[in-house]
């Protein structure tokens, strides 16, 4: 909705799905992490069906997933991955389409997202 004079953005949804499985490996990501600052986030891709999905990780324990909205990139979550990393395994990805993820041409339906994070969190394990 929108008010005359409002900063507030629309059309972006913030989706944020927690899972409570530990990581059962430690990724290469993690091992260039710092000894001083385990938690600093660690910039990487990984490759689903075909396409290069860019992701920003940080922390251990429980997983957290961090989906950005339409026309936004993993940039929006740069103030909630420090907070939440001393706690949680916090990934932040940018979906297929945006970011420094690939852009295909696709048909891009909320069917493609979904079928995109189902194959990137198989692609880290989670």
């Not at 260039?32 to 990780?57: L, M």
């Not at 852009?103 to 994070?117: E, G, N, Q, S």
């Amino acid at each position: 909705m929108f008010w005359k004079g409002s900063t507030m953005r629309s059309g972006f949804l913030f989706v944020t799905l927690a899972l409570s499985l530990a990581p059962s490996v430690i990724t290469a990501e993690e091992a260039i992490r710092s000894p001083k600052n385990p938690a600093a986030p660690v910039s990487a891709q990984v490759t689903v069906f075909g396409a290069k999905i860019h992701y920003v990780e940080a922390g251990n324990g429980p997983v957290v997933i961090l989906l950005h909205g339409l026309a936004d990139n993993v940039g929006v979550w740069d103030a909630t991955l420090p907070a939440l990393s001393p706690r949680y395994r916090v990934i932040a990805l940018d979906q297929i389409g945006f970011g420094k993820s690939d852009k295909p041409l696709l048909a891009y339906h909320p069917a493609t997202f979904v079928d995109f994070l189902r194959g990137f969190l198989d692609a880290l394990k989670i």
